[in-house]
């Protein structure tokens, strides 16, 4: 059995792995399983197709074991976004500590939160609990969700998951029961290239599609003054919101371009019709293209994560606001592994230490006051969940 190591010290092993999305997670998964080895956890390993990846379940047995109605599960995701940007004052992989805060790629988007979890699991092993604790570590989050998405997929493994869940991804200490979905939409405009000397044997594809551009912001104007149920949990942007990404057409100056790539981002709210978003997106595609023969238009999905939307009175959000004396939880905008969950028939709410604003950038960094007082209210929760 590994020794035990405080929450900052296991915080900087963890950083220490290159836990990029683009890599394996293997070596990180595997650690943070030998560390988890000792009496009183059962491990799961759950791998993708190519072993490449894997999601860690973990789960300290409770005296009532099949009781899942009570119970808890602490979630986190092991991949980080890259550490390439030239502003790092200190080495991303290597935890850097100041009088206030930890440095470091992942202290924040949230080897910070995954650190606590592990250790609050490793101390409830030596508690007698009655409910079981669960560590679910997942892959990819930062790809899409992708290995929340497998582990839903193949779930139910071995055992029942318990209904309540912390996904605890940068709120500063926030209780979040909803969040936006997020889809990403292509629209492929093909026409025909010719020789620009020769312009009347193509047809141009930019053409048409900075029409269908137009048509897009309109639509995005239109729908950002369309006020919006549930829009009064996004504050910041209580609306639809829609953005011509990337845009990429051409190849030479002297060739009429054959081809144009437009990239649509759209944030939809909890419990609008996603299909009906994406058919209106495609009817302001066909706006755009209609005047224009010789053109082909088509439309293709290749990101659609859903939202989230946890009910006000779910047990995990009750008990988390009132730890947090806060009178009631809100909404984010950004997508997590949550909405996932949420499709596995789990209640979960995000609530973690450090803040979305320093994530995914230089110098990422962990409040010390966050960490040591997200750990205290980690083990009441515990203590709420799985003990009595
Ligand atoms: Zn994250």
């Not at 792995?17 to 070596?27: G, R």
């Not at 926030?174 to 020769?198: D, L």
């Not at 290749?302 to 006000?312: D, F, K």
Request: hydrophobic residues 40%; negative net charge; contains cysteine.
């Amino acid at each position: 059995m590994t020794t035990a190591l405080t929450d900052a010290e296991l915080l900087a092993k963890l950083v220490a792995f290159d836990s990029t999305s683009h890599k394996s997670n293997v070596p990180i998964a595997t650690y943070i399983a030998q560390y988890l080895e000792t009496g009183g956890i059962e491990i799961v390993r759950n791998f993708n197709a190519e072993q490449s990846k894997v999601n860690i379940i973990a789960r300290v047995v409770g005296t009532e074991k099949n009781i899942v109605s009570q119970g808890l599960i602490l979630s986190g995701h092991l991949d980080v976004v890259p550490a390439t940007e030239n502003e790092w004052e200190s080495d991303p992989f290597e935890l850097h500590e100041t009088s206030d805060a930890y440095i470091g790629r992942g202290a924040c988007d949230m080897k910070g939160f995954v650190a606590l979890a592990i250790n609050t699991a490793r101390q409830a092993a030596h508690q007698r609990l009655c409910y079981p604790l669960v560590l679910m570590l997942t892959f990819d989050e930062e790809l899409g969700l992708l290995g929340a998405q497998h582990l839903a997929n193949t779930w139910p493994e071995p055992f029942p998951l318990p209904k309540s869940a912390i996904v605890g991804e940068p709120t500063s200490l926030r209780v979040v029961r909803a969040h936006k979905g997020c889809m990403y939409i292509n629209i492929h405009v093909t026409g025909q290239s010719a020789h620009s000397a020769q312009p009347h044997l193509g047809a141009n594809a930019i053409i048409p599609a900075a029409r269908i551009v137009t048509e897009l912001d309109i639509l995005r104007r239109r729908w950002a003054t369309q006020p919006i149920e549930l829009g009064e949990l996004f504050p910041e942007t209580p609306y639809l919101t829609l953005d011509v990404a990337r845009i990429q057409g051409g190849s030479a100056n002297n060739i009429i371009p054959g081809y144009c790539q437009i990239t649509v981002g759209l944030r939809s709210l909890p419990e609008q019709d996603r299909d009906a978003l994406i058919a209106e997106i495609e009817s302001a595609m066909r706006r755009g293209q209609a005047k224009t023969p010789n053109i082909d238009c088509k439309l293709e999905v290749i990101a659609n994560s859903p939202p989230l939307l946890v009910s006000a009175d779910s047990v995990i959000c009750q008990t988390m606001c009132d730890l947090m004396s806060q009178k009631s939880a809100a909404g984010v905008s950004y997508a997590t592994d949550a909405a996932i969950l949420q499709t596995m028939g789990i209640d979960p709410i995000i609530w973690g230490p450090g803040s979305i604003d320093v994530a995914h950038k230089p110098n990422e960094f962990m409040p010390k006051n966050e960490f040591a007082q997200a750990r205290r209210i980690l083990d009441m929760a515990v203590e709420r969940f799985c003990t009595q």
